[in-house]
């Protein structure tokens, strides 16, 4: 889903993908979006978005949200699809992202922008604009989760209510995981450990 770091997404491609990502719910509904072809890039799988999307419920209505490591644009899409107000999907891979701007132009999504360049550098800086949903799904293996889980908190880029979904390799060691994000839902598919967390007031 959301790439955006330093490299692209280490993951072996979802069986039956085939190049394309489907919208579960929402006003895109059931379109299928083509896929940049990168080594590695696969999307969330649908169980796993159906999933997030139920935990999440009209959550992404009117939400402002940031896909840090955007890839296939899984998870920012569909949250464009149920009714986000804005969506940020930042993505490294230049041809990712052509990819990402091709089909929000498919789309006449008028609402999300993309930006080709790396997260972390982007939220190492003081918060241009505070987001109400947020996620963090990085290559795995690349230790890319917690400088991100950091700044997010530390720069301003979180409102005072956000949702944060993580997902990470299982394999992953324990995370710092700021003591204002209170965990929500928590569930592993495989090789992939997902979780919701609420911040809190500080």
């Known amino acids: 889903m959301a790439r955006g770091s330093r490299n692209p997404k280490s993951r072996t491609s979802a069986a039956g993908n085939g190049g394309q990502v489907r919208i579960i719910s929402g006003k895109y509904r059931g379109r299928k979006l083509p896929v940049a072809d990168l080594q590695g890039l696969r999307p969330t799988t649908d169980r796993v978005r159906e999933t997030l999307f139920n935990w999440l419920q009209g959550d992404t209505l009117n939400a402002r949200v940031l896909d840090c490591f955007a890839g296939s644009g899984a998870l920012g899409l569909e949250a464009l699809s149920r009714h986000a107000a804005s969506v940020t999907l930042c993505e490294l891979d230049k041809g990712a992202a052509n990819q990402l701007q091709r089909n929000l132009t498919t789309l006449g999504a008028d609402n999300a ?8 550098k982007r939220l190492s800086t003081t918060a241009t604009e505070a987001y109400d949903l947020v996620f963090i799904d990085p290559p795995f293996h690349k230790g890319l989760a917690q400088p991100v889980i950091d700044q997010l908190e530390q720069h301003g880029w979180l409102n005072d209510h956000a949702l944060i979904y993580l997902e990470t390799e299982t394999a992953l060691a324990s ?11 928590e569930k592993q598919a495989g090789q992939v450990c997902y979780r919701l967390y609420q911040r809190q007031e500080a």
């Open 113 to 120: 922008t993309v930006i080709c360049g790396d997260s972390i």
């Open 175 to 185: 995370l710092a995981i700021p003591a204002n994000w209170k965990p929500l839902k």
